[in-house]
């Protein structure tokens, strides 16, 4: 029997999505992720924006094009924050919700609904699949930060958090090249009073490059920066969410942190990693933000110097504190977005500049144009001509290319 395990969303539906790949696999089923021919489809919805929540839906109807008569189950964000949206739509057979994704394997000869409650502690998932070159390990769930503007604690619940051993025993299990350490809210992460410094100091002696996926500001320490500094293989990349440098907005946003602790923890960063990749995500257009505000936080982010941005304009989520304000004029949001974006080039641009003519460490992953393509342990897509095998290099980057840089091989490590 085939099966397809669709995915929308981030990093923690992928993992999800991986470990139920397996948990198939383990059942006899073919599996594969993408949206082919199948007599079992699984879809892993996602509801961070409307427009996820509707390609979710819109991936329904992709899947009867490939196979009418297939059992379809949904499930992940979009069907836990409205399963009568999807279990009304012909053809779909299992509508679940975010909790006890694991309960899926069991229902695949079901029918209906099963919204299971909220989860209270770390529900356990099979262990994904072996992946070479990146793999991404889930270490936690749930939020309970409240940013004004997003819908995630609402529908993932509280946070909790995988213990040590079970994740110390997938990455060596998974034995990738590199590790990427995923979370809804990775900063939150605290397993019976052990929180992220003393995960990272349990995973001193792993063997593969240890990343982080997107972190808050308020878990930047010297006792965290000293247990990365200890680990085998760091890749120096702190994708560190600001998404205002206004304190009106921020405090508008109810982020807990203000833009100079915030300047503080990127300087704590730099004494320990000074030429890290750091790297943020901005919302620009936020209901409360003047025009002000929106200078003030252009001036922060061209002060930190980000290796790069990943910008957007605010959307309004339906169930958020943020939902009842009055949304600002769309082309006010893109006016503002587009002076962020021209930053941003200049910002990534510098930073790839600065790195020229340095030695760095490229984990290759796939292959592109003409071109095997890594990252950088700071995060700058490397690009070296021509096909090689996937694995780690020493390689000099020699010139800007692309959203990268090019490279010569020095050696295979
Ligand atoms: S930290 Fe804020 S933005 Fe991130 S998931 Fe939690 S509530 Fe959403």
């Given at each position: 029997m085939k099966a397809v395990v669709f995915t929308l969303g981030c990093k923690v539906n992928s993992c999800e999505s991986n470990s139920l790949i397996k948990g198939l696999e383990d059942l006899g089923f073919e599996v594969s992720d993408e949206l082919e021919f199948a007599d079992l489809y699984i879809i892993n919805t996602c509801a961070v924006t409307k427009e996820a929540e509707k390609k979710s839906r819109q991936a329904i109807a992709r899947v009867k094009k490939q196979n009418p008569l297939a059992r379809i189950i949904v499930t992940g964000c979009a069907s836990e924050k409205n399963p009568e949206s999807f279990s009304r739509k012909n053809g779909v057979h299992v509508v679940t919700g975010?909790?006890?994704?694991?309960?899926i394997l069991e229902l695949i000869e079901e029918n209906g609904q099963f919204i299971f409650p909220p989860e209270t502690e770390y529900h356990e998932l099979p262990l994904c699949k072996t992946i070479k070159s990146r793999a991404y390990v889930k270490i936690q769930d749930g939020c309970n930060n409240f940013c004004s503007y997003c819908i995630i604690p609402y529908l993932r619940g509280r946070s909790r958090s995988r213990s040590p051993e079970s994740i110390k025993n997938e990455i060596i299990a998974l034995n990738a090249d590199e590790t990427v350490l995923t979370a809804?809210?990775?900063?939150a992460y605290n397993y019976e009073g052990k929180n992220l410094t003393c995960l990272i100091e349990s995973l001193a002696d792993v063997n593969t490059r240890i990343r982080f996926g997107s972190l808050e500001e308020n878990v930047i320490s010297e006792e965290l920066l000293i247990a990365l500094k200890n680990l085998k293989d760091f890749a120096p990349h702190f994708h560190l969410s600001l998404q205002s440098g206004s304190d009106n907005t921020l405090k508008a946003m109810n982020r807990k942190y203000t833009a100079k602790e915030y300047k503080d923890g990127v300087n704590l960063i730099r004494k320990y990693f000074p030429n890290a990749g750091i790297t943020t995500d901005v919302i620009v257009g936020y209901p409360t933000e003047t025009e002000l505000d929106f200078i003030d936080s252009y001036n922060f982010i061209k002060e930190i110097e980000f290796s790069d941005v990943h910008a957007f304009c605010f959307s309004p989520r339906e169930?958020?504190?943020?939902?009842k304000l009055k949304d600002l004029d769309g082309n006010v949001k893109r006016d503002r977005l587009n002076k962020l974006l021209e930053l941003k080039e200049i910002l990534k641009s510098r930073f790839i500049s600065k790195n020229l003519q340095t030695f760095q460490d490229v984990i290759i992953e796939e292959f592109e144009d003409g071109y095997s393509c890594g990252y950088t342990g700071n995060y700058i897509k490397t690009y070296i001509k021509g096909r090689i095998e996937n694995g780690k290099y020493k390689v000099c980057l020699t010139e800007k290319y692309k959203q990268g840089a090019l490279a010569e091989i020095k050696e295979k490590l």
């Open positions: 975010t909790s006890s994704k694991e309960k809804i809210n990775l900063s169930g958020t504190v943020a939902y």
